[in-house]
């Protein structure tokens, strides 16, 4: 069973620059999230979804960051403006019930 | 809203030893889920056990063991035999009613030494 895929593994970009990230969940898996995992601390949930809607992005600062999730599927994380920090990994996790998630590698991002 | 703090931020233990991570939390649910994960460097998270708050029995996967202590709010990992691949940074985190709004402590780095 193939697991979460991210892209890109890293990315390095100036601040007010915009980035995005991808993520395809496992397979069959109607629950998606991401996380902001900020080095030397436990990632923090920014937004979940539940198949094509969001369920939770109570922490999602949205004047900088949208994500979405159009056909329930893949999921894309966009961060527009950058500010140096947003520098962390970001983390893109499935489940195919409510609890156990399966968590992606991860996209680090740098911004300077 | 929860809370869940790991007040070991780096431990160490000889090969085939056995080592013990502390975790406590806050919450004023009575149903929940907790976890631990292993995040081993620059690789992904992975599962390492559940446990289910309404269970009194404490959860067993094979090498690693938990000390669920509902009242106290504890919920400390123990890992037996220790080997070279355990060593990572381990997480608590807090799972809710649900299991899903995970809340994550801040980690322990577990060194296992030969």
């Known amino acids: 069973e193939a697991g979460v895929a991210q892209s890109p593994r890293y990315k390095i970009i100036e601040k007010r620059q915009s980035v995005a990230f991808w993520c395809n969940p496992i397979?069959?898996?109607?629950?998606l999230y991401w996380y902001q995992q900020i080095l030397g601390q436990g990632p923090k949930l920014l937004i979940q979804f539940q198949n094509n809607g969001v369920v939770d992005d109570s922490q999602l600062p949205k004047d900088r960051f949208s994500a979405e999730r159009l056909k329930g599927v893949d999921s894309t994380l966009k961060i527009q403006p950058a500010k140096l920090e947003d520098s962390a990994v970001y983390l893109c996790?499935?489940?195919?019930?409510?609890?156990?998630?399966?968590f992606g590698a991860g996209t680090r991002l740098s911004v300077l | 809203a929860q809370t869940v703090t790991q007040s070991q931020p780096e431990m160490s233990v000889q090969e085939a030893e056995t080592v013990t991570l502390s975790c406590t939390y806050d919450?004023?649910?009575?149903?929940?889920?907790l976890f631990w994960y292993k995040q081993p460097p620059s690789r992904q998270m992975i599962l390492v056990i559940r446990?289910?708050?309404?269970?009194?029995q404490n959860a067993t996967e094979n090498r690693f063991s938990v000390n669920f202590q509902k009242a106290a709010k504890s919920f400390s990992l123990k890992i037996s035999d220790s080997q070279l691949g355990d060593t990572a940074m381990y997480f608590c985190a807090f799972g809710g009613e649900y299991g899903n709004k995970l809340v994550f402590g801040a980690g322990t780095i577990l060194r296992v030494k030969s």
């Open positions: 446990q289910e708050a309404y269970k009194q």
């Open positions: 919450t004023s649910e009575n149903n929940y889920y």
């Open positions: 996790a499935s489940s195919p019930l409510l609890n156990i998630q399966y």
């Open positions: 397979s069959g898996h109607a629950t």
